[in-house]
């Protein structure tokens, strides 16, 4: 296993921690909330520098004239997991670019229920959720056809429910210990503020390519 695997799993596990301690408090107990982030931040950051260093240095930010005006309608969704990115398409043109992270084990397609991988191929976003666990979701058509098949031939469970959505709807003021970190089961996770976009821009029956 990677060393950064072990760091991503100890931060996540870090971070559950903190959100249940905030849980049990009182909404105006700011003073708890911000030792938590402080102890949080101390702690997550040695470990995961390097790791967040990569992450924010493997990203283009969108054109500039993408971000203003009216942009044409998205043809395609296209995410490359190595460079953890999200694109918009439309046709050969990137509308926007996002960030995004993926499961404790990003490499390869998935498999099985629970193998913590992300499916690649082609796929349809075919509905969404307003009210999910997480800041809005919508839906990959995982497994397809081929999929179903390899599943049936090995005895395995595809899974299922392969979503792009933004944060754990608990995150509040923990939304930054989730930045540049694979914390997902292989769904594909952006920012709110992201998914806001994803949500407003993209149509139910667009296709989604997923690239290694």
Partial sequence: MRPWVSIRSSLRQLLYAINELVSYQVDGNRMF????????T?????????????????????????????SPPV???VVRKGDRELLLMSGEKILRRYRISLGDRPEGHKLWEGDERTPEGRYTLDWRNPNSDYYKSIHISYPNAEDLELARAWGLDPG????????PNEADD?????????????????SNQAMDEIWSLVSDGTEIRILP
């Fill in 33 to 40: 909330r911000t030792l938590c982030l402080l102890i949080a």
């Fill in 42 to 70: 101390l702690l997550a950051w040695p470990a995961a520098a390097d790791e967040l260093a990569m992450a924010n240095t493997r990203y283009e930010s969108v054109p500039e004239s993408t971000k203003t005006g009216t």
């Fill in 75 to 77: 043809s395609e969704v």
């Fill in 160 to 167: 299922g429910e392969i979503m792009i959505h933004g944060l």
């Fill in 174 to 190: 923990m939304a930054f210990a989730y930045e540049g970190l694979d914390w997902t089961d292989g769904c594909i996770a952006v």
